[in-house]
């Protein structure tokens, strides 16, 4: 049964709304009532679980390192936290970002600001790389930072389940149902109205839709400039066997990781001319993997020359067109609209962070353990993006 009233409201169950409904009542034991509302209880389409599951550190904004530190931790400590036998498979392979001479530069200084901040990358020039990496071409590489420890790849089913089993056995409840409108009494959000026609009157309402987010904070009379963009991953089998492979990201963003005895793979997108993802569309598209994906992953990876293509699928996820950085924080004349929006392909890596800071926010009105102010809302009103140089 939906719950007339609320104290806390979050509209999303999946990564990000569920480490928030976590984090609220089982780490910070928020005593009032939370109701997590989720449109397809199955999430066979969400964002989280049709991602690619991985997890690094090698961004160029401190804040975005911070973030993926504190997820580490949690993923290092997930019996301390959920109980024995607490697992998401976490594979900590690392990642190889490469770099043609023209971006060797900025591979550099986002590595001077990792190593600031405690991250334990590698910087390797061709030589180094070739060592390594036999299997791999330095041919036009110049350099190449790998993550040797805090970085890999992980079950996305799982991590999810984790947050939500145990967020629903502290009293979170959880309510399916698609919200059509939300009511505002002048500078606050009275309550949300669910397409079965029931009225959920709330607190405080957390926004984490991932990528519906900016349809519904326009619900709320908000601008918020994320929208769902499709991606595609390809699942691959290669002859060759390739050792100690990490998640390796070419200069022109194409990735590939192991998985099990296959690799998946993806990236190529021309974010430039792309448009809104329909929301039913979420077929593949195989002319990006034959046209630009393996003929890429050919040139890093000799041996990739041959690949059987196994299966593939396509996600939706989260795009913030403004700065592709996260929104996290209150919207500043509608101070019980809380943002955990626009991740841009981060969200689940970035959820167990966000879902702490969201819920501290609802707490005690501030940033704690991470302050992440600098990805408020207030930036989009200011036209002050965040520019993160290692978007993936």
Same mark, same amino acid.
């Given at each position: 049964?939906?719950?007339?009233?609320?104290?806390?409201?979050? %509209?999303?169950?999946?990564?990000?709304?569920?480490?928030?409904?976590?984090?609220?009542?089982?780490?910070?034991?928020?005593?009032?009532?939370?109701?997590?509302?989720?449109?397809?209880?199955?999430?066979?389409?969400?964002? /989280? /679980?049709?991602?690619?599951?991985? %997890?690094?550190?090698?961004?160029?904004?401190?804040?975005?390192?911070?973030?993926?530190?504190?997820?580490?931790?949690?993923?290092?400590?997930?019996?301390?936290?959920?109980?024995?036998?607490?697992?998401?498979?976490?594979?900590?392979?690392?990642?190889?970002?490469?770099?043609?001479?023209?971006?060797?530069?900025?591979?550099? +200084?986002?590595?001077?600001?990792?190593?600031?901040?405690?991250?334990?990358?590698?910087?390797?020039?061709?030589?180094?790389?070739?060592? +390594?990496?036999?299997?791999?071409?330095?041919?036009?590489?110049?350099?190449?930072?790998?993550? +040797?420890?805090?970085?890999?790849?992980?079950?996305?089913?799982?991590?999810?389940?984790?947050?939500?089993? $145990?967020?629903?056995?502290?009293?979170?409840?959880?309510?399916?149902?698609?919200?059509?409108?939300?009511?505002?009494?002048?500078?606050?959000?009275?309550?949300?109205?669910?397409?079965?026609?029931?009225?959920?009157?709330?607190?405080?309402?957390?926004?984490?839709?991932?990528?519906?987010?900016?349809?519904?904070?326009?619900?709320?009379?908000?601008?918020?400039?994320?929208?769902?963009?499709?991606?595609?991953?390809?699942?691959? +089998?290669?002859? /060759?066997?390739?050792?100690?492979?990490?998640?390796?990201?070419?200069?022109?963003?194409?990735?590939?990781?192991?998985?099990?005895?296959?690799?998946?793979?993806?990236? !190529?997108?021309?974010?430039?001319?792309?448009?809104?993802?329909?929301? !039913?569309?979420?077929?593949?598209?195989?002319?990006?993997?034959?046209?630009?994906?393996?003929?890429?992953?050919?040139?890093?990876?000799?041996?990739?020359?041959?690949?059987?293509?196994?299966?593939?699928?396509?996600? *939706?996820?989260?795009?913030? $067109?403004?700065?592709?950085?996260?929104?996290?924080?209150? *919207?500043?004349?509608?101070?019980?609209?809380?943002?955990?929006?626009?991740?841009?392909? *981060?969200?689940?890596?970035?959820?167990?962070?966000? !879902?702490?800071?969201?819920?501290?926010? %609802?707490?005690?009105?501030?940033?704690?353990?991470?302050?992440?102010?600098?990805?408020?809302?207030?930036? %989009?009103?200011?036209?002050?993006?965040? *520019?993160?140089?290692?978007?993936?």
């Amino acid at each position: 049964m939906t719950p007339p009233s609320s104290d806390v409201a979050i %509209i999303g169950g999946a990564a990000i709304g569920s480490a928030v409904a976590y984090f609220l009542k089982v780490e910070l034991g928020h005593s009032g009532s939370v109701t997590v509302v989720e449109r397809d209880p199955s999430y066979a389409r969400s964002a /989280t /679980t049709l991602s690619a599951a991985s %997890i690094r550190q090698q961004f160029s904004t401190p804040e975005n390192i911070r973030m993926s530190r504190f997820g580490i931790e949690v993923f290092r400590e997930l019996e301390d936290r959920f109980g024995r036998g607490a697992d998401i498979g976490f594979r900590e392979g690392g990642y190889l970002l490469l770099a043609s001479e023209a971006g060797e530069e900025t591979l550099r +200084r986002n590595w001077e600001v990792q190593r600031a901040e405690g991250a334990d990358i590698a910087l390797l020039g061709p030589a180094g790389l070739a060592e +390594r990496f036999p299997w791999l071409s330095v041919a036009g590489i110049a350099a190449g930072a790998f993550g +040797r420890t805090g970085e890999g790849w992980f079950d996305a089913h799982s991590l999810l389940n984790l947050f939500r089993k $145990a967020a629903r056995a502290a009293g979170a409840v959880y309510v399916t149902g698609a919200v059509t409108s939300i009511e505002r009494e002048g500078g606050r959000i009275a309550s949300v109205r669910l397409a079965s026609g029931e009225r959920i009157a709330c607190g405080t309402l957390v926004n984490a839709a991932g990528p519906q987010a900016g349809d519904v904070a326009e619900m709320a009379g908000v601008a918020l400039p994320v929208e769902p963009r499709k991606r595609s991953v390809f699942v691959v +089998r290669c002859r /060759t066997p390739l050792p100690g492979m990490p998640l390796l990201v070419d200069p022109g963003g194409i990735y590939v990781r192991p998985e099990g005895d296959v690799f998946i793979c993806g990236g !190529g997108e021309d974010e430039v001319g792309e448009a809104r993802a329909a929301d !039913g569309d979420f077929d593949v598209d195989y002319t990006l993997f034959e046209e630009v994906v393996w003929p890429a992953l050919a040139i890093e990876v000799p041996a990739m020359e041959e690949l059987k293509l196994v299966r593939a699928w396509a996600g *939706h996820y989260d795009y913030n $067109a403004f700065d592709q950085n996260a929104v996290i924080g209150p *919207h500043p004349r509608i101070p019980n609209f809380i943002f955990a929006n626009g991740f841009s392909g *981060h969200g689940l890596q970035q959820a167990p962070a966000a !879902g702490r800071a969201v819920a501290e926010l %609802i707490m005690s009105g501030r940033f704690q353990t991470l302050d992440l102010s600098a990805f408020g809302y207030e930036r %989009i009103l200011e036209n002050r993006p965040v *520019h993160e140089l290692n978007v993936i």
